[in-house]
């Protein structure tokens, strides 16, 4: 997606195509030809692994849906189906509600890479946005098919998300009656959110274009985080290098992702999603999927529901605003002392949220939580603005290959270059 | 590194304001309540006070046949199981699985005479309307769902007090909190513990303490349950000398239970095993093309 292409079509059928539809040569630019920086490390396999889960969840799902009836008194039952009676239905079902969590543990990693390397700074800024988009719809899509299965805290979680709107000053009652499709969580809600559950994994698919399109234009950040400067010493060609690189990543990635799958399918799931769905019996506690306790934790932090809802809100929006909240030149935690520290405190940070996000509330956990709140958005709206101005930052190396060379060979700064280079150029 | 110090230093007061502020606020306000509205206010209470002081321990782990990596049913223990299901907890509890499926070969793998012998004893009402447009009684059949003892919840909570829930996948939604950082630990392999909700069943039913107060269980979150102590020494007859003690029938009938809730996890397990081993040679392979092909880049 950038660039001229450097495809020549070989056969008399391919040129006539080529020049009607360049598709083939838009592909090969982009995942053949595309030079991608020598020194990227396994966090960049993140990108590929996200894409391969995007397209697990829409394979499944769509068989998925083809037994499963969005109505309010068999949804539970029909799940129940796909699992005992469906050919390979518990494995249709337990590689997508498991391949949930996978997306996200991936997506998180792919952020915090993208945080530590600095990749949202100029010119990537459309791009990270383009990111945090799609994070967002993530998570709606993870919300609304958590309720499909209709058990306990399927319809105690969309109770309590949805009563979120309510908070809205004037509008929020009404707000809330339209999301539910009456006065309460129940079979309207369940058809809708059935309904959005299966458009917004296209409509992610689509960002994901664009997201990859950005990113064609501006070229990958790397660890060094310094640009491209001269393509045929810092960089090598997506196809060999990148494609075995991600290949490898994904399969190692799949047997996490199976041994989850196969051996502890229930592990991330809870316990109460096995009673079916009663509106008159509220669970013992409430709780959303692992990936959303941080925020929930945030949002239960705060005594006044609106200021509440508002936190929860900025705490995933102050992302979209990254580029401009840091205001280092330099992007690289490797050469930034300080931020790497104010990193890992970040993301322990996190963990501690998503930690008091499963717990009880108790005074203790309460005051936990509030510290833990202050300090997440101190690292957005303090940490990074100051750290720009006061941190001394460690010498860049003067291009990708020096940083390279300095590693592999211990100094100079001429790299020999082969032939699968020159096919990068 | 004057800079350093500086902020070595803002930082740490601003860690100092966050620890004081927030102590503030929570001196003179209520924790907060949970966020959804007033119906939800129990949702994140603690969990119901427990009665005079007793302390509701967390069940032991137990051995099982199915945990682990090559975990399998143990077909006689069952067989066993199905029959303290049948004979005792069948008087209140439904289990809504088909009875075909208690030949699965995996589980209980009764033969399909003796499936089809068992469904007959059932009386069932057809779903649909004979062509004198009433709804028959007739004896089951190996494909019903196993009626159950009552026609609905609310009949069941009329009689008992309160509705016994479903069992067929009782097991799979029960737990109890492992805490941190065992809950870690539960997930990695060779220590991959998913049995909690065994475990859990196996102590309630072995749990009724007080001899005095058939309602009093040990690990029922407050204690007060509305099942009587359901089993009992001697209470059902083993054909192949299996002890009859509650402890053994609680372990039989959680097996039969488990299998109840999770059909298919013989089927799963060894499929999981195959993908394990591809995707390591595979990721093996993986690595070591990739490391020739890089060798040409360095
Ligand atoms: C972005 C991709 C997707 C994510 C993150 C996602 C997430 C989820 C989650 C968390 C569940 C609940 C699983 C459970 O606890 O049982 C679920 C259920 C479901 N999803 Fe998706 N999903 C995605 C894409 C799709 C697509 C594209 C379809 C259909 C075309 C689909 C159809 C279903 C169906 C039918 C269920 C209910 C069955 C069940 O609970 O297993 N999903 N999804």
């Given at each position: 997606?950038?660039?001229?292409?450097?495809?020549?079509?070989?056969?008399?059928?391919?040129?006539?195509?080529?020049?009607?539809?360049?598709?083939?040569?838009?592909?090969?630019?982009?995942?053949?030809?595309?030079?991608?920086?020598?020194?990227?490390?396994?966090?960049?396999?993140?990108?590929?692994?996200?894409?391969?889960?995007?397209?697990?969840?829409?394979?499944?799902?769509?068989?998925?849906?083809?037994?499963?009836?969005?109505?309010?008194?068999?949804?539970?039952?029909?799940?129940?189906?796909?699992?005992?009676?469906?050919?390979?239905?518990?494995?249709?079902?337990?590689?997508?509600?498991?391949?949930?969590?996978?997306?996200?543990?991936?997506?998180?990693?792919?952020?915090?890479?993208?945080?530590?390397?600095?990749?949202?700074?100029?010119?990537?800024?459309?791009?990270?946005?383009?990111?945090?988009?799609?994070?967002?719809?993530?998570?709606?899509?993870?919300?609304?098919?958590?309720?499909?299965?209709?058990?306990?805290?399927?319809?105690?979680?969309?109770?309590?998300?949805?009563?979120?709107?309510?908070?809205?000053?004037?509008?929020?009652?009404?707000?809330?009656?339209?999301?539910?499709?009456?006065?309460?969580?129940?079979?309207?809600?369940?058809?809708?959110?059935?309904?959005?559950?299966?458009?917004?994994?296209?409509?992610?698919?689509?960002?994901?274009?664009?997201?990859?399109?950005?990113?064609?234009?501006?070229?990958?950040?790397?660890?060094?985080?310094?640009?491209?400067?001269?393509?045929?010493?810092?960089?090598?060609?997506?196809?060999?290098?990148?494609?075995?690189?991600?290949?490898?990543?994904?399969?190692?990635?799949?047997?996490?992702?199976?041994?989850?799958?196969?051996?502890?399918?229930?592990?991330?799931?809870?316990?109460?999603?096995?009673?079916?769905?009663?509106?008159?019996?509220?669970?013992?506690?409430?709780?959303?999927?692992?990936?959303?306790?941080p925020?929930?934790a945030?949002?239960?932090?705060?005594?006044?529901?609106?200021?509440?809802?508002?936190?929860?809100?900025?705490?995933?929006?102050?992302?979209?605003?990254?580029?401009?909240?840091?205001?280092?030149?330099?992007?690289?935690?490797?050469?930034?002392?300080?931020?790497?520290?104010f990193?890992w405190a970040f993301v322990a940070v996190c963990l501690g949220l998503g930690?008091?996000?499963?717990?009880?509330?108790?005074?203790?956990?309460?005051?936990?939580?509030?510290i833990l709140a202050i300090c997440y958005f101190a690292f957005?709206?303090?940490?990074?603005?100051?750290?720009?101005?006061?941190?001394?930052?460690?010498?860049?190396?003067?291009?990708?290959?020096?940083?390279?060379?300095?590693?592999?060979?211990?100094?100079?700064?001429?790299?020999?270059?082969?032939?699968?280079?020159?096919?990068?150029? | 590194?004057?800079?350093?110090?500086?902020?070595?230093?803002?930082?740490?007061?601003?860690?100092?304001?966050?620890?004081?502020?927030?102590?503030?606020?929570?001196?003179?306000?209520?924790?907060?309540?949970?966020?959804?509205?007033?119906?939800?206010?129990?949702?994140?209470?603690?969990?119901?006070?427990?009665?005079?002081?007793?302390?509701?321990?967390?069940?032991?782990?137990?051995?099982?046949?199915?945990?682990?990596?090559?975990?399998?049913?143990?077909?006689?223990?069952?067989?066993?199981?199905?029959?303290?299901?049948?004979?005792?907890?069948?008087?209140?509890?439904?289990?809504?699985?088909?009875?075909?499926?208690?030949?699965?070969?995996?589980?209980?793998?009764?033969?399909?005479?003796?499936?089809?012998?068992?469904?007959?004893?059932?009386?069932?009402?057809?779903?649909?309307?004979?062509?004198?447009?009433?709804?028959?009684?007739?004896?089951?059949?190996?494909?019903?769902?196993?009626?159950?003892?009552?026609?609905?919840?609310?009949?069941?909570?009329?009689?008992?007090?309160?509705?016994?829930?479903?069992?067929?996948?009782?097991?799979?939604?029960?737990?109890?909190?492992?805490?941190?950082?065992?809950?870690?630990?539960?997930?990695?392999?060779?220590?991959?513990?998913?049995?909690?909700?065994?475990?859990?069943?196996?102590?309630?039913?072995?749990?009724?303490?007080?001899?005095?107060?058939?309602?009093?269980?040990?690990?029922?979150?407050?204690?007060?349950?509305?099942?009587?102590?359901?089993?009992?020494?001697?209470?059902?007859?083993?054909?192949?000398?299996?002890?009859?003690?509650?402890?053994?029938?609680?372990?039989?009938?959680?097996?039969?239970?488990?299998?109840?809730?999770?059909?298919?996890?013989?089927?799963?397990?060894?499929?999981?095993?195959?993908?394990?081993?591809?995707?390591?040679?595979?990721?093996?392979?993986?690595?070591?093309?990739?490391?020739?092909?890089?060798?040409?880049?360095?």
């Amino acid at each position: 997606m950038s660039g001229t292409s450097t495809y020549v079509p070989k056969s008399a059928l391919g040129k006539w195509f080529e020049s009607r539809l360049p598709i083939i040569g838009l592909v090969h630019s982009s995942f053949v030809a595309y030079p991608t920086p020598r020194n990227l490390n396994y966090l960049w396999t993140f990108g590929a692994i996200l894409s391969f889960m995007l397209a697990a969840q829409i394979v499944t799902g769509v068989i998925l849906a083809m037994h499963y009836v969005p109505q309010a008194n068999l949804a539970f039952d029909s799940v129940e189906h796909i699992m005992r009676d469906v050919n390979y239905g518990w494995l249709l079902r337990y590689l997508h509600s498991n391949g949930a969590s996978m997306f996200f543990f991936a997506v998180y990693a792919h952020i915090f890479r993208g945080i530590y390397y600095g990749s949202y700074k100029a010119p990537r800024e459309v791009l990270w946005i383009l990111g945090v988009i799609i994070y967002l719809l993530m998570m709606a899509t993870a919300f609304m098919g958590y309720v499909l299965p209709w058990g306990q805290m399927s319809f105690w979680g969309a109770t309590v998300i949805t009563n979120l709107f309510s908070a809205i000053p004037l509008v929020g009652k009404s707000i809330a009656t339209w999301l539910w499709g009456g006065y309460a969580v129940g079979d309207p809600t369940l058809n809708r959110f059935f309904s959005l559950h299966y458009l917004l994994p296209f409509m992610i698919a689509g960002v994901v274009v664009l997201h990859v399109w950005a990113l064609h234009v501006v070229g990958q950040n790397n660890p060094d985080g310094v640009e491209v400067k001269n393509v045929a010493r810092d960089t090598v060609a997506f196809t060999p290098y990148a494609t075995l690189k991600d290949v490898f990543g994904l399969a190692v990635f799949l047997i996490v992702y199976a041994w989850f799958v196969f051996y502890i399918p229930n592990y991330l799931g809870d316990a109460d999603n096995y009673i079916k769905a009663n509106p008159l019996q509220t669970p013992a506690r409430i709780v959303p999927e692992w990936y959303l306790l941080p925020f929930y934790a945030i949002l239960r932090a705060i005594p006044n529901k609106l200021l509440g809802v508002i936190a929860l809100f900025s705490a995933i929006a102050l992302l979209a605003f990254l580029p401009w909240l840091d205001t280092s030149p330099v992007r690289s935690a490797k050469y930034r002392p300080v931020f790497r520290v104010f990193f890992w405190a970040f993301v322990a940070v996190c963990l501690g949220l998503g930690w008091l996000g499963s717990q009880e509330i108790t005074d203790a956990y309460v005051l936990a939580a509030r510290i833990l709140a202050i300090c997440y958005f101190a690292f957005f709206l303090v940490v990074l603005p100051l750290l720009g101005l006061l941190e001394t930052t460690r010498p860049l190396p003067p291009s990708i290959a020096d940083a390279v060379l300095a590693r592999t060979k211990g100094g100079s700064a001429n790299v020999a270059v082969g032939p699968a280079e020159k096919s990068a150029v | 590194m004057i800079r350093l110090r500086t902020i070595a230093l803002a930082s740490a007061a601003l860690l100092g304001f966050a620890a004081f502020a927030p102590a503030g606020f929570a001196a003179n306000e209520q924790p907060s309540p949970p966020p959804a509205n007033e119906a939800k206010q129990g949702a994140s209470q603690p969990t119901p006070p427990t009665e005079a002081g007793e302390e509701q321990p967390s069940p032991t782990r137990q051995s099982w046949s199915f945990s682990g990596l090559f975990g399998t049913y143990d077909q006689a223990q069952l067989q066993r199981g199905f029959k303290v299901y049948h004979d005792v907890c069948a008087n209140c509890h439904s289990l809504s699985i088909p009875f075909r499926t208690l030949s699965d070969p995996t589980g209980p793998g009764f033969s399909d005479a003796q499936v089809k012998a068992l469904a007959a004893t059932y009386q069932v009402t057809d779903t649909e309307p004979n062509d004198k447009g009433e709804y028959a009684k007739r004896p089951g059949r190996p494909s019903d769902l196993i009626p159950g003892p009552y026609p609905n919840p609310e009949a069941a909570a009329a009689a008992l007090g309160k509705a016994p829930p479903d069992m067929s996948t009782l097991v799979k939604a029960r737990k109890y909190e492992r805490g941190f950082p065992w809950f870690i630990f539960d997930a990695l392999p060779f220590d991959q513990y998913q049995e909690v909700g065994a475990d859990y069943v196996y102590a309630v039913l072995n749990g009724y303490t007080k001899a005095d107060d058939l309602n009093w269980n040990l690990y029922y979150p407050g204690h007060k349950i509305a099942m009587p102590k359901p089993l009992s020494d001697g209470q059902v007859d083993y054909t192949d000398g299996t002890p009859t003690t509650v402890a053994q029938y609680a372990r039989d009938v959680v097996s039969f239970l488990y299998w109840a809730s999770e059909p298919t996890l013989v089927e799963r397990k060894k499929i999981g095993m195959r993908v394990m081993v591809f995707l390591i040679v595979l990721s093996a392979l993986l690595y070591f093309t990739k490391k020739r092909v890089w060798e040409k880049a360095h």
